[in-house]
């Protein structure tokens, strides 16, 4: 089970191994809000990613020399990054068309990677077949309590930093990120509401803590790639996700570009769809945080050079 000393455990862990990225104040958005904004970025983390968090706390207590993992790219870019520090042979499989950054970064992390599929269900299915076949573990990037755990440590560095927040908003998937930071959140301070937040184009995680099991809904395109895909049927970040997390927020895919646009141009911060979700909540849906000391996750920021330019031009 997940603990709060666990979770102070994958900060001592990631310790010296990851960058302690800055938490910045936005006074747009907090006029906006009327209240207060702060914007953590992990998109300057190592990989520009935050799951280097949990990767690097899972792997401080594996044995194996050889895991199969999938990835719809961020994951999988900080795992193959840590297993080739650690002498760790991993095989990573990703959906067709993720972004090309996030296959270049890949390629060049000395993990051997396999595109399957034209959905992330597909490419964790492949890799589910591939681990059994070859007898070695098979590592989920959501699914696992040591993972989000080391997500939970982002709400840990917030609140020691700005102890008066009481909101915290963060892009939802597989719920990993969501419910760390609600399970460490709310260990502190009960009163604290989190929110996780879906593009109305792929939301399976909603419809997923709406119906109280995992279900799978019709998904299209989204600008938040890395947020596409149901979760397993027994995640345990369901359980986690409805008792810690007070909501999915879903918003428009316009509301995501404007938040790109807006990150770099009064920020000059570089964020990719997923990790700016957060902001086109703030954007899109200030009159629900009114009065509000807000805390963004700005999670990755691996997103493509060409589309990039066309959302910052437009």
């Known amino acids: 089970m997940l603990s709060l000393s666990e979770v102070k455990k994958a900060a001592k862990n990631c310790a010296g191994h990851i960058k302690k990225t800055p938490l910045i104040e936005s006074k747009k958005l907090g006029i906006k809000i009327n209240g207060k904004a702060f914007l953590k970025c992990e998109n300057l983390q190592k990989g520009h990613s935050f799951k280097i968090r949990g990767v690097i706390h899972k792997l401080s207590s594996l044995k194996e020399k050889g895991i199969v993992s999938c990835s719809a790219g961020n994951f999988g870019i900080a795992l193959a990054e840590q297993c080739r520090t650690q002498g760790i042979k991993a095989t990573i499989v990703v959906p067709k068309g993720i972004p090309r950054i996030k296959i270049e970064k ?105 119906a109280g099991k995992a279900v799978k809904a019709k998904e299209k395109e989204t600008i938040a790639d890395s947020l596409r895909g149901p979760i397993e049927k027994d995640s345990i970040t ?59 996750v700005l999670s990755g920021g691996n997103i493509d050079w060409p589309l990039f330019k066309e959302i910052v031009g437009e």
Request: hydrophobic content about 40%.
């Open 106 to 210: 890949l390629r060049g992390k000395g993990a051997k990677i396999i595109e399957f599929g034209s959905a992330y269900e597909e490419a964790e299915k492949k890799a589910k077949e591939l681990a059994k076949k070859k007898g070695l573990s098979f590592l989920s990037p959501y699914n696992d309590t040591a993972i989000i755990a080391g997500n939970g440590t982002i709400a840990l560095e917030i609140l020691q930093e700005q102890p008066q927040t009481n909101v915290f908003l963060c892009g939802a998937s597989g719920g990993a990120l969501a419910s760390g930071i609600g399970f460490t959140a709310k260990n502190i301070n009960k009163n604290i509401q989190v929110f996780g937040v879906q593009s109305t184009a792929a939301k399976s995680f909603y419809e997923s803590i709406k």
């Open 238 to 296: 369901l359980h986690y996700a409805k008792k810690f997390v007070d909501g999915i927020l879903l918003v428009k895919e316009q509301s995501i570009r404007e938040a790109i646009r807006f990150l770099w141009k009064e920020h000059s911060l570089k964020v990719e769809g997923a990790g700016a979700i957060g902001v086109a909540a703030l954007l899109e849906q200030p009159e629900k945080f009114h009065g509000k000391n807000v805390a963004v």
